[in-house]
């Protein structure tokens, strides 16, 4: 039982280029959610979704975009990368809203 | 006023003490509440959740305190291995999702 697992584990991009960050569950878990934490500072949501199809934005969604086709997969897309998306990407699950969500071990990305 | 706020520390205390973090929330319709942890460059791992009643694990005991809207963690007998970043989550209810919401963290360190 992998959890939940997260690829790569860290990229390096220059200003502009586009790339996908994986995320994949093998719990049955409706509930996914993709956050990134900042040095120092707390995890911030950027996206989230309630099941296949379903998909919403948290607090900090400019620059970010998600699909949930299958139960099991929730990439997140950045389209022009910028310096301010330089964090660490965790993506996590749960089987209900407001319960405990498990993490993967996250992406760390630079932007240069 | 941040929906959750933790006094950042850092603590840093001798093996064996006794230590206990506070937190705050916002929302008193809050209904979710857990502590987590995160060891540097780590993805957050659940320790505990938080039960009106009060509850413990091993070393660890959570408090809540609705009236307040403030939880706490004691951790006894502290190791070296207890060294990490305590992080305080709470469910915000209201949201259709009932979306977590993270404190920064409290750092720790235990030395020997």
């Known amino acids: 039982n992998a959890g939940v697992t997260q690829t790569p584990k860290f990229r390096i991009l220059k200003i502009g280029q586009s790339m996908t960050l994986q995320c994949a569950q093998d719990m049955n878990h409706n509930y996914m959610y993709w956050y990134r934490q900042d040095p120092g500072m707390g995890l911030k949501l950027i996206y989230y979704?309630?099941?296949?199809?379903?998909?919403d934005k948290g607090e900090v969604p400019n620059g970010y975009n998600v699909s949930r086709s299958t139960t099991e997969d929730f990439p997140l897309r950045l389209e022009l990368a910028a310096p301010s998306q330089t964090s660490v990407y965790f993506c996590?699950?749960?089987?209900?809203?407001?319960?405990?969500?498990?993490f993967g071990d996250g992406t760390r990305l630079s932007i240069l | 006023r941040k929906e959750v706020e933790q006094d950042p520390g850092p603590f840093n205390v001798p093996e064996g003490a006794t230590v206990a973090f506070n937190c705050t929330y916002s929302n008193s319709a809050s209904q979710s509440f857990f502590w987590y942890r995160q060891d540097c460059r780590k993805e957050p791992k659940l320790l505990m959740s938080?039960?009106?009643s009060g509850n413990e694990d091993g070393r660890f005991t959570a408090q809540l305190n609705r009236a307040s809207q403030y939880i706490s963690l004691l951790i006894r007998d502290s190791k070296l291995s207890d060294s990490a970043t305590y992080l305080c989550v709470v469910n915000m209810r209201g949201s259709t999702l009932g979306r977590l919401y993270f404190g920064r963290g409290t750092q720790l360190t235990v030395w020997p």
């Open positions: 996590a699950s749960s089987y209900e809203g407001g319960g405990p969500q498990h």
């Open positions: 938080v039960y009106s």
């Open positions: 979704s309630v099941g296949a199809g379903i998909t």
